[in-house]
């Protein structure tokens, strides 16, 4: 069964990872995911999943709730609210 929803245009990495990116490498994970969001699908391609992000041994959960993760288009924590724009 297909996943509803998504649509998400957030790019959010662990913080450490984040910092060893190159620029060209954000800006690819950037465009891809932002491209699956307007297309309304759920996840970006995996061509553009990040090697190394999480430690050896670690589950799911510890990946999550002990990372540091930001928003590497704004720079901001993820999680955090975005500020939207008014419509005319």
Do not use: H
């Amino acid at each position: 069964m297909a996943q509803k929803g998504g649509g998400t245009k957030k790019v959010c990495l662990p913080a450490k990872k984040a910092a060893s990116l190159s620029k060209k490498e954000k800006a690819r994970i950037i465009r891809a995911k932002e491209s699956a969001g307007r297309a309304g699908k759920y996840k970006r391609s995996s061509k553009t999943n990040v090697k190394g992000a999480r430690k050896k041994g670690a589950t799911l959960r510890d990946w999550f709730e002990k990372e540091n993760w930001i928003n590497i288009k704004t720079g901001e924590p993820c999680g955090a609210p975005t500020k939207k724009k008014k419509r005319k």
